[in-house]
């Protein structure tokens, strides 16, 4: 008897220290600047080539492609060929919000050094998507308004309610049942440090939001403004008035 308690006992610490090897080696990936700024850029739920991630980070095309495989290997990272170009995107709405919440969590940015970079550091922080959700000053407001008007209960992370699933039907966006991503899911802003709605209903207003000509993107990067059809929109659905972050 004393054997086999001993054997369960050793079992269980080898699962904890294999357990710990995993979760340091994903820790590792992430702890370099050039692999975390890939993840970053990786954000706005598109796929890009590794010359596209070379040019951003600043590095050679050799030495991306050397990040962005690490990346691939330990499942942060999925790659699509076509033909005989390669892209990379992240593995999944689970990475992207492993790599918000870690940025939430992150010491504060050095103050840019330029204009420019403090322009779209701004830009970022007053609409953004986050995957295929809205994030930023936006993406919280709009968390707000939801949760203010009983369509979100926030008092357990964030839950659709009867009366948020009659609205999202109102507007043609009806969560789709089953599947095995969550309908709602909050989110840490790393900006706002607060909650913005992910999950499958977040990415559908999200998606919605761009079809219907509410947001548009500034520029190429992740940061999204507010347009004046979007302005309309969410006053009147939402009673959402701007206060001048987004």
């Not at 596209?52 to 999925?78: F, K, Q, Y």
């Not at 939801?146 to 209960?153: F, K, N, P, V, Y």
Request: net charge positive.
């Amino acid at each position: 008897m004393r054997g086999t308690a001993e054997t369960r006992q050793t079992g269980a610490q080898r699962a904890g220290r294999e357990a710990d090897r995993d979760l340091a080696a994903l820790a590792a990936l992430l702890a370099n600047d050039t692999r975390a700024g890939f993840c970053l850029a990786l954000l706005d739920g598109r796929a890009w080539t590794p010359t596209e991630l070379a040019r951003l980070a600043g590095v050679a095309p050799s030495t991306a492609t050397e990040h962005l495989n690490a990346l691939v290997d330990g499942g942060l990272l999925s790659e699509v060929r076509q033909g005989r170009h390669r892209y990379v995107r992240l593995a999944g709405p689970e990475v992207a919000a492993v790599v918000e919440s870690l940025a939430a969590l992150a010491p504060a940015a050095a103050p840019p050094r330029s204009l420019s970079a403090a322009g779209r550091r701004r830009a970022l922080a007053a609409g953004r998507t986050c995957y295929d959700h809205l994030a930023g000053a936006l993406g919280v407001a709009l968390t707000d308004a939801m949760t203010a008007r009983g369509l979100l209960d926030g008092a357990h992370d964030l839950r659709l309610t009867p009366r948020g699933a009659a609205w999202l039907a109102e507007l043609g966006l009806a969560p789709r049942p089953g599947g095995r991503r969550p309908p709602t899911r909050a989110c840490l802003d790393w900006t706002e440090r607060r909650p913005h709605l992910a999950g499958a209903v977040g990415a559908a207003l999200c998606r919605h939001a761009f079809e219907a000509g509410w947001v548009a993107r500034r520029g190429t990067g992740r940061a999204v403004r507010l347009t004046e059809a979007g302005r309309a929109a969410l006053s009147a659905h939402l009673g959402l008035t701007s206060d001048g972050r987004f």
